[in-house]
C-alpha cells in the first residue's frame, strides 16, 4: 500500500513564491477540468507520487538488460529479426 492510499494521514503543505503566471496556468487547467485549483493541484500530486522517478526507470530497465542479455552481437539480432520477418 502506498502513501496516498492512507486518507487518515491527510497533511496540509504550502508552497511559498508561486509566479503569479504560473498560478494563472494551473487555475486555468484546473477550471478547463470543471476542478478547483486546489482538487486540481492534489489530483496532480497524486499522479506525480505515483509515477517511478527516472533513476527507477534506468534501474529496471538495467535489471531487464542484465537479466535477458544473450551475449548476441547486433549483426545476430539484424538476422534473427529478418528471419523472423519471412
Same mark, same amino acid.
Given at each position: 500500500?502506498?502513501?496516498?492510499?492512507?486518507?487518515?494521514?491527510?497533511?496540509?503543505?504550502?508552497?511559498?513564491?508561486?509566479?503569479?503566471?504560473?498560478?494563472?496556468? @494551473?487555475?486555468?487547467? *484546473?477550471?478547463?477540468?470543471? +476542478?478547483?485549483? +486546489? +482538487?486540481?493541484? @492534489?489530483?496532480? @500530486?497524486?499522479?506525480?507520487? $505515483? $509515477?517511478?522517478?527516472?533513476?527507477?526507470?534506468?534501474? $529496471?530497465?538495467?535489471?531487464?538488460? *542484465?537479466?535477458?542479455?544473450? %551475449?548476441?552481437?547486433? %549483426? +545476430?539480432? @539484424?538476422?534473427?529479426?529478418?528471419?523472423?520477418? $519471412?
Amino acid at each position: 500500500m502506498h502513501l496516498w492510499e492512507h486518507a487518515d494521514m491527510d497533511v496540509s503543505l504550502t508552497i511559498r513564491n508561486v509566479p503569479g503566471s504560473v498560478r494563472d496556468e @494551473l487555475a486555468a487547467r *484546473a477550471s478547463a477540468r470543471g +476542478q478547483s485549483l +486546489q +482538487q486540481y493541484l @492534489l489530483s496532480e @500530486l497524486i499522479d506525480l507520487a $505515483r $509515477r517511478p522517478t527516472v533513476a527507477d526507470v534506468l534501474s $529496471r530497465a538495467r535489471a531487464r538488460k *542484465a537479466a535477458t542479455a544473450s %551475449g548476441l552481437s547486433s %549483426g +545476430q539480432i @539484424l538476422a534473427h529479426l529478418e528471419r523472423d520477418r $519471412r
